[in-house]
């Protein structure tokens, strides 16, 4: 792919996100080495959900093997689409996965969209209110009575919701009529609650007509109830991540066992038709799927995970419920620094020296330094070998005509800028490991 198909701005954004070792927001399809063998089963899955279908997938990979890469690269592909994205981190403390109430809030605070960045969650709302008046008005409103006729659209819209989950409906009403009303604070009230918060005020509640914090069953109807809203004001879908779904076994045996039941459930719903709209994707190493500790430890819901990875890496299916990432090699970690490098020069004063000296033959060596820096793991390397390729060849290259990383640098990896897998598979566990290139 060409670096110019990305505007300069998002170059910036791309190049700074790698050197600081983070996976970018965007830009994405332009990093998707090995990727490719995915495209045309997961676009095959998202145009479905966008008609009205619901995709369940599972993404499994070991610690570094690129699962939060795969992740936003498909969200970035559901963004072009109109798709809202959310991506939502399990953890015991912060968001526990058998609290269904506090993943639909951490989705509501992390939503997406291709126009708003995090939290998009009232301008979405903002959205769907402003699409239902614009309807009213085609079917022949006046401004006397677009108050009454909206609203009459609104319960239209939400009645197959409100069976399940009147209170959103509620809350919506609620949520307009202080709008109207001109209380602001009611109105953030109001969303706040929709939102999943716990601890809104009793008497914005009151206003609304609702009762209560959100509970367990009832974020299932909200979650209804937002894939409603989504799609009335454009968004014909919701890719929603699972992230590290595989923190659950180091979770008390109780804790684990209602959250492997709860993504029995959710698992459940999805293919049931409870969620039009709905792609969900949970990613997890292979320990959680195939250990004691996990997927395995719940029946019903190994065989709902439950693929064949015995042949040839090469024969996996792409449209089977569980996808394992391939691993990188040194051709693809050259291959991939090969297009930081281009991204890197089409901003640069001296792009063809950028290129005649970080060329592909370097790439290749810095990727094997790094690589045998961990031990040989070359599936763990992409993060640390992308940071040390921006932060201190490229920039370096950019900046001092007469730098030469051949000569003029030698690769150090310190221990305080490895995670915690890097760290346990460098060959070496000195402070500084200095690797001749």
Do not use: C
């Not at 990093?31 to 089963?41: I, P």
């Not at 126009?115 to 769907?128: E, G, I």
């Not at 202080?178 to 953030?188: N, S, Y």
């Amino acid at each position: 792919m060409n670096p110019e198909t990305l505007s300069p701005d998002r170059r910036r954004r791309l190049i700074d996100a790698l050197r600081r070792g983070a996976v970018p927001e965007t830009g994405l399809g332009l990093l998707a080495v090995g990727l490719g063998r995915f495209e045309e089963a997961v676009d095959a899955e998202l145009d479905a959900t966008a008609t009205g279908s619901a995709v369940f997938k599972a993404v499994r990979g070991e610690y570094g093997s690129g699962k939060t890469f795969f992740t936003r690269w498909l969200a970035e592909r559901a963004k072009q689409r109109d798709f809202a994205v959310a991506e939502v981190q399990i953890s015991e403390s912060e968001t526990p996965l058998h609290k269904l109430e506090t993943v639909y809030r951490r989705l509501t605070e992390r939503l997406a969209t291709a126009s708003f960045p995090p939290s998009a969650f009232r301008p979405v709302l903002d959205a769907w209110f402003y699409a239902l008046e614009e309807d009213a008005l085609a079917a022949g409103a006046t401004e006397d009575t677009l108050t009454e006729a909206t609203a009459g659209l609104l319960a239209v819209r939400l009645t197959e919701v409100s069976r399940n989950a009147p209170m959103f409906a509620a809350a919506l009403r609620g949520y307009r009529a202080a709008q109207e009303a001109g209380d602001d604070t009611a109105a953030d009230a109001i969303i706040a609650w929709l939102g999943g918060q716990p601890h809104v005020a009793a008497s914005a509640r009151r206003a609304a007509g609702v009762r209560g914090d959100l509970d367990h069953f009832g974020a299932l109807g909200f979650l209804q109830g937002l894939l409603t809203v989504l799609r009335d004001s454009g968004h014909p879908g919701l890719l929603l991540v699972l992230d590290e779904v595989e923190t659950l076994q180091r979770v008390r045996s109780d804790a684990r066992d209602k959250a492997l039941n709860a993504l029995r459930q959710l698992i459940d719903e999805v293919h049931s038709g409870r969620f039009p709209g709905l792609y969900l994707l949970i990613t997890g190493t292979p320990a959680f799927f195939e250990g004691p500790q996990g997927v395995q430890r719940l029946a019903p819901l190994a065989q709902r995970l439950a693929a064949d990875f015995t042949t040839d890496a090469r024969f996996d299916n792409p449209r089977a419920v569980q996808l394992r990432l391939p691993g990188f090699s040194f051709d693809a970690l050259t291959e991939l620094g090969g297009r930081v490098r281009d991204i890197y020069a089409a901003d640069s004063t001296g792009s063809d020296r950028i290129r005649m000296i970080v060329d592909d033959a370097y790439l290749g060596d810095l990727a094997r330094a790094v690589a045998g820096g961990l031990g040989g793991k070359t599936g763990i390397a992409p993060r640390l070998f992308l940071k040390k390729l921006v932060g201190d060849v490229l920039d370096r290259v950019d900046q001092f005509p007469d730098f030469d990383p051949r000569t003029h640098y030698t690769l150090t990896l310190t221990s305080a800028e490895l995670t915690d897998v890097e760290r346990n598979a460098a060959a070496e566990q000195a402070d500084d490991i200095v690797l001749e290139l």
